[in-house]
């Protein structure tokens, strides 16, 4: 089997790289960066430049289903230039794979693609569902939504279409976990706002296995790429704070304050979204990490 990877070289699709290997998966993956490109037999690079419209379409040569991970980091300050970028880096992509495909007349069985659970509006009280229609208003709501709406365009191609809408990525090395324990290890660490808004988190092991899971069953439809416990933002800090041997002094962080620090991004910090992981463990997939703390044991304590 070989699979295509838009995003091979991030945090998550490393890990999907490595997880797919361990399967005797083959990989074809697509980078803007020419130095990155490598040949050998089971991982093989092929240039390409959305912005140029530009596409190695050999990339697509023997390939049975894509992993599209592709898209501009949200966690840089977002002016109007880069929230452009946000959306275009999702969107265009997706456009510039289909009329490829289209082009050349490839035939792709599937495609896993990368979505967010910031589609579902923020909540203290729902539990959200693969089912729910309501969109979140926020900005991030409008990407996710034009996001999962350009990836049903590979639909019209014959492909089989999964959209993984995914939660708050625990890694040791990148995402958000060693901005959120920063502070922490400092002795600054505290909650934001009222410390109850949910997080739907998921360590980048499981979200890797799921994405690898996802195509070996031919997955369809919409997924929630998050564990199975959510915990508070206040319960989060207070898990990382004791693994780090460090005390939680300070009081709460006002929304105020963060709006000032980061601007319009502030709101990824107190966005609640209590997302259920139902649906696709009834598909089979077992989590590795289930709860909070074994999960941050895994990638805090040494």
Not at 131 to 160: M, P, Q, R
Request: proline share 4%; glycine share 6%.
């Amino acid at each position: 089997m070989t699979i295509l990877i838009t995003g091979a070289t991030g945090l998550i699709g490393q890990e999907i790289v490595k997880q797919c290997h361990a399967a005797k998966i083959n990989i074809h993956y697509l980078t803007t960066s020419k130095s990155k490109l490598s040949k050998e037999p089971n991982y093989k690079g092929f240039y390409w430049n959305p912005k140029e419209n530009q596409i190695d379409h050999l990339c697509f040569q023997g390939v049975d289903a894509i992993i599209n991970m592709v898209g501009a980091s949200i966690s840089k300050r977002w002016t109007d230039s880069y929230k452009k970028e946000i959306l275009e880096s999702r969107t265009q992509t997706a456009q510039l794979l289909q009329s490829t495909i289209n082009l050349y007349n490839y035939k792709i069985n599937q495609v896993v693609s990368a979505s967010a659970i910031g589609i579902y509006p923020t909540s203290l009280i729902n539990y959200y569902e693969e089912t729910n229609t309501e969109i979140s208003e926020t900005f991030l709501g409008k990407v996710v939504h034009e996001w999962e709406t350009a990836v049903d365009g590979f639909e019209t191609l014959g492909c089989k279409v999964a959209k993984i809408r995914i939660g708050l990525v625990l890694a040791k090395d990148g995402g958000a976990l060693p901005e959120i324990v920063k502070p922490i290890k400092y002795g600054f660490g505290a909650a934001f706002g009222s410390g109850k808004q949910w997080q739907s988190w998921i360590h980048v092991r499981d979200l890797a296995s799921l994405f690898v899971f996802a195509v070996q069953h031919n997955f369809e439809g919409v997924y929630n790429g998050v564990a199975p416990n959510p915990v508070s933002n206040k319960e989060l800090t207070k898990f990382a704070a004791s693994l780090l041997e460090r005390p939680l002094i300070l009081p709460n962080i006002p929304k105020f304050v963060m709006k000032l620090v980061l601007g319009e991004m502030h709101i990824l910090l107190f966005e609640s979204q209590r997302v259920s992981s139902q649906k696709i463990e009834a598909e089979g997939f077992n989590f590795e990490f289930v709860n909070l703390q074994p999960a941050l044991e895994d990638l805090l304590v040494v």
